[in-house]
Nanobody
Framework: QVQLVESGGGLVQAGGSLRLSCAASGRTFSSYAMGWFRQAPGKEREFVAGISRSGRITSEADAVKGRFTVSRDNAKNTMYLRMNSLKPEDTAVYYC????????????????????WGQGTRVTVSS
């Protein structure tokens, strides 16, 4: 089992940047495919970005492609989400998630495929 804790959220002006972190504890971090999701008020949770166990393969949602970058440092048991050119529509609670029992090259985009979730960190982008 793995425990996940997100940090790095906050209030930022449109066009600004933030870096979210997801710190993992428990089982070996490199055993997990990881992902970022977000949920805006009144909306369903949506996929933001995913990364394979090795970190060599990533996938980003069209809404954030070119602006957000997901990465991981398995030695530090941490995943990151670098968010640039933020827009008011990026305002949401951001969650990290982990899934085990997948190959080293798998990137998961579906929320139900993830077994473990953090508590979330809030990002607010003002116009």
């Amino acid at each position: 089992q793995v425990q996940l804790v997100e940090s790095g959220g906050g209030l930022v002006q449109a066009g600004g940047s933030l870096r979210l972190s997801c710190a993992a504890s428990g089982r070996t971090f490199s055993s997990y495919a990881m992902g970022w999701f977000r949920q805006a008020p009144g909306k369903e949770r949506e996929f933001v970005a995913g990364i394979s166990r090795s970190g060599r393969i990533t996938s980003e949602a069209d809404a954030v492609k070119g602006r957000f970058t997901v990465s991981r440092d398995n030695a530090k048991n941490t995943m990151y989400l670098r968010m640039n050119s933020l827009k008011p529509e990026d305002t949401a609670v951001y969650y990290c998630a982990a899934a085990d029992l997948y190959s080293t090259t798998t990137v998961l985009t579906g929320g139900p495929l993830y077994s473990y979730w953090g508590q979330g960190t809030r990002v607010t982008v003002s116009s």
